[in-house]
């Protein structure tokens, strides 16, 4: 029955979705050009709270838990899981008082998009090319340049790809090494994605709905003491403990 509603309403998901997309693109121009970047960061929050919004349409639940005790002055890299590409809008706005920029694979930036691909052109994101290190490694630094004269903060993805299942994969160092050696001072917030995998479960057609998803910023991670790879390991363990509900 769950799958035969998924049927009926993903073409609604999808036409407001890609609407929301599509009207905001000359809006993020406009914002832009004539507003520079405050007025560029205002309209891509007002579109991914709109993004959000659209899982109401499959009357999935999207819970977000923040963590109000986390500073403004200081920049941040968040690492979370990766179960779905519906794992980014609430991230950008539910957090959007941090100026978290992502770290993407430059296919996304070129590959015209409406919105989406604008505002990783435009908006301070770090573009990789993953057949290309020293061109990564550039773009990482760009990144975490910013963080440290604009106080940005930055998202990251350390598994690289999405689960289908659920079950994490192990982090890779490479992008959090290089924003940390730039910016020793940043906190490292993990956040924990649970069930948006369960969205895609049929795949990009039909959507899952009745599906309840949770996103969780969870406290900071002390590192004093640590190296880069056991920051990494601690945030894996304590991201797979609160997703998995178990012990890593």
């Known amino acids: 029955m769950r799958k035969l509603l998924g049927f009926v309403l993903t073409p609604i998901f999808y036409l407001c979705f890609s609407l929301s997309l599509i009207i905001f693109h000359p809006v993020q121009w406009l914002c832009l050009k004539f ?15 709109l993004l959000v919004a659209c899982n109401y349409t499959l009357f999935n639940r999207t819970e977000f838990i923040d963590n109000k005790h986390l500073p403004l002055d200081r920049p941040i890299v968040f690492v979370a899981n990766h179960q779905s590409t519906y794992d980014i809008p609430p991230l950008i706005f ?15 930036a070129e ?5 989406i691909s604008f505002n990783l052109r435009h908006g301070g994101a770090a573009n990789i090319d993953r057949q290309d290190p020293k061109q990564s ?3 990482i630094l760009k990144l975490a340049d910013n963080m440290k004269t604009k106080n940005w903060s930055a998202f990251i993805f350390p598994e690289g790809t999405r689960t289908k299942t659920g079950k ?21 917030v993990p956040i924990a994605i649970k069930n948006s995998y ?17 996103w969780e910023v969870l406290n900071p991670i ?14 894996h363990d304590i991201i797979k403990e609160s997703v998995e509900g178990r012990k890593a």
């Open 35 to 49: 507003g520079g970047y405050n007025a560029h960061k205002w309209s891509v929050d007002v579109l991914n709270g």
């Open 94 to 108: 539910f957090l959007r008082r941090f100026h978290g920029k992502f770290i993407s694979k430059i296919e996304l």
């Open 111 to 115: 590959a015209r998009i409406p919105s």
């Open 137 to 139: 490694i550039a773009e």
């Open 168 to 188: 994490m994969k192990p982090f890779s160092i490479g992008g959090i090494a290089t924003l940390l050696k730039k910016n020793p001072e940043a906190l490292v």
């Open 198 to 214: 369960q969205m895609v479960k049929y795949g990009i057609f039909p959507l899952r709905p009745f599906t309840s998803m949770r």
């Open 222 to 235: 002390d590192t004093q003491g640590l190296t880069i790879e056991e920051i990494v390991n601690r945030a």
